[in-house]
């Protein structure tokens, strides 16, 4: 069995500025990671994922994140917020079969 | 590019009435998915359904749930008698393998009961 725990649950963040999401995983076996996000009143849109090779993967609109298997952490980062990034973040994992998600982080980024 | 499709976008339902909200996967995609969101709150696995049979389902997916492929395209999620606390936002989900993939995500169906 696999769960999520994103550890902030609201991100307030000015424009410009850099944002961390931190999300840490467990599992007892090998996973695949994964990062959605929901912007107001839609569905979800994967932003990036990591499925093996290289631990650093970038995704869409900048947003990139590190997979650390010896801190079952899946933080994702970027440099430079926009207005446009305000939405909600899911962290995810999946060993076989469903998509396990956490609790979700509000990003909410002001002028 | 191929996507998840699912109808309607918002459904209001009176309490005890049956619902079906549907889903049309991405053709060539063998592994399918309902979830839940209520508002403001988590995404909640529902069931997951592989080879005409669900594979594995969550403790929400009480008999009350039912899902159903009935023509090779669609994939139906059915409530059979709604509660007010069945509302929240539906997600269909498909997927080309159960591993080592995401899951592509319908825009979803809110689903109302009053």
């Known amino acids: 069995a696999q769960s999520v725990t994103q550890l902030d649950s609201q991100v307030p963040v000015f424009e410009e500025a850099p944002v961390e999401l931190r999300c840490n995983y467990s599992?007892?076996?090998?996973?695949?990671l994964f990062w959605y996000v929901q912007y107001p009143n839609q569905g979800l849109q994967l932003l990036l994922k990591?499925?093996?090779?290289?631990?650093l993967v970038k995704g869409i609109n900048g947003f990139e994140a590190e997979f650390n298997k010896s801190q079952t952490s899946f933080h994702l980062r970027k440099p430079s917020v926009h207005i446009s990034d305000t939405a909600e973040y899911f962290c995810?994992?999946?060993?076989?079969?469903?998509?396990?998600f956490g609790a979700g982080t509000q990003v909410v980024v002001t002028p | 590019e191929p996507e998840v499709t699912q109808t309607p976008s918002h459904q209001v339902t009176q309490m005890g009435q049956e619902v079906i909200l549907r889903c049309v996967p991405i053709?060539?995609?063998?592994?399918f998915y309902w979830y839940r969101q209520i508002l403001g709150q988590k995404v909640e696995f529902l069931v997951s359904?592989?080879?005409?049979?669900?594979?594995?389902k969550s403790e929400i997916f009480d008999d009350q749930f039912s899902v159903e492929r009935p023509d090779g395209s669609n994939f139906t999620l059915k409530i059979r008698s709604t509660k007010l606390e069945d509302s929240a936002m539906y997600f269909c989900?498909?997927?080309?393998?159960?591993?080592?993939?995401?899951?592509?995500f319908g825009q979803g169906t809110r689903l109302t009961v009053v």
């Open positions: 989900a498909s997927s080309p393998r159960d591993m080592n993939t995401e899951a592509f």
């Open positions: 599992s007892s076996v090998s996973v695949y």
């Open positions: 990591y499925l093996s090779g290289s631990t």
């Open positions: 995810a994992v999946r060993g076989w079969g469903k998509l396990q």
């Open positions: 053709s060539n995609h063998l592994y």
């Open positions: 359904f592989y080879n005409n049979e669900i594979s594995e």
